[in-house]
């Protein structure tokens, strides 16, 4: 079976622009979870969907949005990019309900914000 | 909110010999504990992970524990090769969500050969 993947790889931004990212679930996984990665935070949870609706969110402004589609396949979108929006995208996809929890993490994508 | 601790920072072994990472959850209505590897340039990659009604679970050269009482759950890799050099993650399940991880700060293991 196929990853998780992620695109695109690697972008670069201006300040006050807006992103669209995307990530194709392993195929069969209904959950779609989306994680920021920084050097000063960590890993942080943005927000997770199931079956094209967001089931739980995190600590992030409005700025952080998603969506899920039919297919499963996910977006998150950042408008009026910061700085500190700098990061790696995690996108993790499970299986969920009977299917157990773990959560399998695509490459990311490393977005440069200047 | 939910805290999970990571220790230590880094760890550096001799190959051949153990390496124990530890971790400590804040929340005892957690219920799922998995256990990350990342290397440069990569995702993390889930090596073992483990339920709260579940005390011990090994696979290969990898075990992980979890003292519910203490809240308190280890990572213990038998027989360290160069390979294993990596950042080791943590994670907690949220009290409101499974699919909800709160991860440790980070363990960058070094294997010496």
């Known amino acids: 079976k196929a990853g998780v993947t992620q695109t695109p790889r690697y972008l670069i931004k201006t300040r006050g622009q807006q992103v669209t990212l995307s990530c194709s679930p392993i195929s069969g996984h209904r959950s779609v979870s989306w994680y920021q990665q920084t050097p000063g935070q960590g890993l942080q949870f943005l927000f997770e969907y199931f079956s094209e609706t967001q089931r739980n969110k995190g600590n992030f402004p409005g700025r952080f949005s998603g969506r899920q589609f039919s297919n499963s396949r996910s977006e998150m979108n950042v408008s009026t990019l910061e700085l500190g929006d700098s990061a790696l995208y995690l996108c993790?996809?499970?299986?969920?309900?009977?299917?157990?929890?773990?959560?399998?993490f695509g490459p990311g994508t490393r977005l440069l914000v200047l | 909110g939910e805290n999970v601790e990571q220790h230590p920072s880094t760890l550096s072994v001799q190959e051949g010999d153990s390496a124990v990472i530890k971790c400590t959850y804040s929340?005892?209505?957690?219920?799922?504990f998995p256990w990350y590897k990342q290397e440069l340039g990569k995702g993390p990659q889930l090596i073992i992970d483990i339920r709260s009604n579940v005390g011990e679970k090994k696979d290969q050269r990898i075990a992980v524990t979890l003292n519910k009482t203490a809240k308190h759950f280890s990572l213990h890799i038998t027989e360290t090769q160069p390979e294993d050099s990596a950042v080791y993650f943590c994670?907690?399940?949220?009290?409101?969500?499974?699919?909800?991880?709160?991860f440790g700060s980070g363990t960058r293991l070094l294997v010496r050969p």
């Open positions: 929340d005892s209505a957690s219920n799922y």
């Open positions: 993790a996809s499970s299986q969920a309900g009977t299917g157990g929890l773990a959560q399998y």
């Open positions: 994670a907690a399940s949220s009290p409101d969500s499974s699919y909800k991880l709160i």
